[in-house]
């Protein structure tokens, strides 16, 4: 899969992500300054880059369309999968020494707000994909090559660790449709949305870009986040 690897490198770089542009100050708060206005290359502007479109059909749609559910697209032994359990996770410890997690805790969950405990084969953790599949698929991802989908599926700039039962709730919604029962996690989870659309290069409704406005309206100086590494 390293075609995907670098495949997702230049996709990110055009769509104007780079390493050290993390995260914003996550907060929620409207940040210093006044009247409204946004910093340079914060979420809450690249809103506005987004083109808007209604939602296509899901004619078509199947999870097998982005690849195989978990695989090492950036060559370093590990399913993305674990990979994003390694990351996110808290007190990791390994069945092989080094790649399969056996458990850990999910010590503050983005969704809930409450701690998870994961055990391999009984986890109540899922990586979700903050834009979820089936929404890219309605998107703009059906006109995708096949390479591009993997590299999509597999990208830590969309991928968190959260509860399962938060996630199941979630399905394919948008911000338009669903946001985190954590009111504290929601400007990060919207930012991570647009990112993930402006490099990715898929549309928005219009209900959701109003959404996504009126979360990031509460934090406007929170910045576009970026692939860390």
Known sequence: ?????????????????????????????????????????????????????????????????????????????????????????????????????????????????????????????????????SDAWQKGAQKWDRDKRVAFANDPLNLIAVDSSANRRKGDGDAATWLPPNKAYRCDYVAHQVAVKKAYGLWVTSAEKDAMKRVLGGCPTMKLPARSG
């Open 1 to 133: 899969m390293r075609g995907s690897a670098a495949l997702l490198a230049a996709l990110l770089a055009l769509g104007g992500c780079k390493a050290g542009d993390q995260g914003g100050d996550g907060s929620g708060g409207s940040g210093g300054g006044g009247g409204g206005t946004t910093a340079s290359g914060s979420a809450l502007s690249a809103v506005s880059s987004l083109t808007v479109k209604g939602r296509a059909p899901k004619t078509g749609y199947e999870r097998s369309a982005f690849g195989s559910s978990w695989v090492d697209t950036d060559d370093n032994g590990c399913g993305t999968r674990d990979d994003i359990l390694k990351r996110d996770l808290e007190d990791v410890r390994f069945r092989d020494g080094h790649c399969l997690v056996a458990s850990g805790t999910l010590t503050d969950d983005p969704y809930t707000g409450r701690e998870v405990r994961f055990v391999r084969g009984r986890s109540k953790v899922d990586i979700d994909h903050v834009v979820a599949l």
